[in-house]
């Protein structure tokens, strides 16, 4: 958006209607699709393959500060995954199955990238709001030949570390919907998924060399 334009606010929705919200779309955020395979697993967990990725196995998303993300009903709805001791939180609906958010494991790390399926709203309005889809990350992990924009994380980057640098200047970074206000306890207990699980979840499609 242009420097004075008003504050868009889009709605979030899963699938059942249960889990709802909005996400303010102001300050810089980063509109792409993420081809890992750690996405692809999330993806084949909640039995949605085929709903969430691409015909290459690629996850639209769209990365922003937490704070800009509020929920209006179905909180407790809400349920986490994580893939590894270390990674990511993965938010989901736990009564259709759809997946929402991925988070950072404590407040401090003031990002998260939302899924593009997870907003109920057009995809212009959601180009209008966040840009065109303008980096691919974890390429590897495609299933078919993508096309990797040449300067797309290049310029991405620098938004995803102001977006981190300001919410620690502002003190935002303290707010998040994932955690219990003013602690770093999650809003659900993650499940973390065993060796067994993520090699099965893992071993869907190959990546190409």
């Known amino acids: ?98 997946a929402i958010c991925n988070s950072g494991r404590t ?3 003031a990002f998260a990238t939302l899924h593009r399926r997870a907003l109920a709203a057009s995809s212009a309005a959601v180009d209008r709001a966040f840009g065109p889809p303008g980096f691919v990350f974890g390429a590897r992990g495609a299933t078919a030949p993508v096309k990797v924009p040449r300067l797309g994380l290049v310029t991405a980057a620098p938004k995803i570390l102001w977006n981190i640098l300001h919410a620690r200047i502002s003190g935002s970074w303290r707010s998040s919907p994932f955690f219990t206000p003013g602690t770093d306890e999650p809003i659900r207990a993650p499940r973390v998924l065993s060796q067994q699980e993520r090699h099965a979840l893992r071993g869907g499609d190959t990546p190409r060399s």
């Open 1 to 98: 958006m242009k420097t004075g334009d008003a504050v868009l606010n889009l709605s979030i929705r899963c699938e059942c209607g249960a889990v709802t919200g909005m996400v303010e779309a102001r300050g810089l955020a980063v509109h792409g699709t993420c081809y890992c395979r750690d996405c692809q697993a999330f993806a084949r967990f909640l039995g949605r393959p085929g709903r969430m990725l691409d015909d290459a196995g690629g996850t639209e998303v769209i990365g922003t500060l937490p704070a800009r993300i509020h929920f209006t009903s179905g909180e407790d709805r809400l349920a986490c995954i994580t893939l590894t001791s270390r990674g990511p939180y993965r938010w989901y609906a736990e009564c259709c199955r759809m």
């Open 107 to 109: 407040r401090n790390a």
